[in-house]
């Protein structure tokens, strides 16, 4: 898995504006207090700028950010001082991530599961991830479904033009590999001139069907608790776009 959002770290929080980030903060923290974790050691894989982290350190768990691009840490960063929060940020592969000792429950949102593309490495993860949690430790992600990859966003283009900033985001799914494209255009001004540098990054996702997502738990050792669809309590769908997983650590494994 290539580093993502290299060129795109600078301008990734003024382009998710539309993200709500507080909202989405309040259902993983209910979803986390119904299981009885309203305290202790949170890590988050995938945990970009640190919108999510930062706002969870603010619930008042002890937050542990993971991500393998250091250009989106380094923002990670920014807001753990502006936060004066004591949140921890390690620059790793969520494939080989590494603790200190466990914790007691492990996120991952935004999609960040669907960037890995083989199944095999999505079970060495789970299988990571089983390890380092507490006994009957909780596991909390997302990821988007197949209906919004071939659905919603396939052969789709977004792109805005904003006054300091412009982007074109064109998306190209392959059914029969299961994967999805993202062929990302930056322009970005520099210098007085009003010239702008263009930067292009590509990203592949992969979508997951939640009984291939169950399997791989089991195989790496987790218990499947329930899944839902995003950001409700009700049972996930064929329209669902992104689905919530909770699963629990189930013993340990070799990994």
Request: hydrophobic share 40%.
């Amino acid at each position: 898995m290539a580093e993502a959002y290299s060129n795109f770290a600078a301008v990734y929080d003024a382009l998710m504006d539309n993200i709500p980030y507080d909202a989405w903060a309040d259902y993983l923290h209910g979803l986390l207090v119904e299981y009885d974790i309203a305290s202790g050691i949170l890590a988050e894989l995938g945990c970009g700028t640190g919108n999510i982290t930062e706002r969870m350190a603010d619930f008042g768990y002890d937050m542990i950010g993971i991500d393998n691009s250091p250009a989106m840490l380094d923002i990670a960063n920014e807001k753990r001082e502006q936060n004066h929060s004591s949140s921890l940020y390690l620059c790793q592969d969520m494939r080989e991530f590494e603790l200190y000792g466990t914790v007691a429950a492990i996120v991952s949102l935004c999609d960040s599961v669907n960037y890995i593309t083989e199944p095999e490495e999505l079970t060495h993860v789970f299988s990571l991830v089983n390890n380092y949690l507490d006994p009957d430790g909780l596991f909390i992600f997302d990821f988007h479904t197949e209906h919004y990859y071939r659905d919603v966003v396939a052969e789709a283009t977004i792109a805005e033009d904003r006054d300091d900033i412009s982007f074109i985001w064109d998306n190209y799914y392959d059914e029969e590999e299961q994967i999805n494209e993202y062929d990302l255009a930056l322009f970005i001004p520099e210098g007085k001139d009003g010239l702008y540098r263009k930067y292009e990054e590509v990203h592949y996702q992969r979508a997951y069907e939640l009984e291939l997502v169950k399997e791989l738990l089991e195989k790496a050792g987790m218990e499947f608790v329930t899944a839902y669809d995003a950001f409700t309590k009700n049972p996930v769908n064929e329209k669902s776009e992104r689905i919530y997983v909770i699963a629990r650590e189930h013993g340990k494994k070799t990994v």
